[in-house]
């Protein structure tokens, strides 16, 4: 019997061993960064990268963000890709976002991106996006003019720099 406890002390000691090395590694797999992306035209990379910016920036948001990415304009076929997510974002504004909700927008070019938050919220209704957190994904020297833009809207502004 003695022997059949410490056999079983012993086994449940070595799983309890292998379940915290395993947990150590995925800690380690999970605390990977991605840079941002070099090459404006990989999608792939840029999605990566926005998708962790609004990781990092969801707070207590619950539900699944609205991310956008905008293109840069290097271009003809970049141009037509920027209408269609003016359009999207310009129906998000004027549709209704619920409060609890993150809306976020970035891309590789911080300046077309902030043109594409700014024409998308002169339509906002006041006080419609209240209880809604919008995140632009730019530079430092756009921040302020996306916030104002937003700010009638009555939206929680945050902004993560690139």
Request: with cysteine; net charge neutral; aromatic share 8%.
């Amino acid at each position: 019997m003695r022997k059949f406890l410490f056999v079983a002390c012993f086994a449940l000691l070595g799983t309890l061993g292998l379940a915290a090395c395993s947990h150590s590694q995925n800690q380690a797999e999970t605390t990977t960064r991605v840079t941002r992306p070099t090459d404006p035209t990989d999608i792939n990379a840029w999605g990566n990268y926005l998708k962790q910016i609004v990781e990092d920036n969801l707070g207590t948001i619950s539900n699944s963000p609205y991310i956008y990415y905008v293109p840069s304009a290097q271009n003809p076929a970049d141009a037509a890709t920027i209408g269609r997510v003016q359009e999207q974002v310009n129906n998000m504004v004027l549709g209704t976002v619920l409060p609890g909700n993150m809306v976020a927008v970035g891309g590789p070019s911080s300046a077309t991106t902030a043109q594409v938050l700014e024409t998308a919220f002169k339509s906002a209704a006041p006080g419609s996006f209240k209880g809604v957190v919008v995140l632009f994904i730019g530079d430092k020297a756009d921040e302020a003019a996306v916030k104002e833009a937003v700010a009638p809207s009555g939206a929680t502004f945050k902004f993560a720099q690139m």
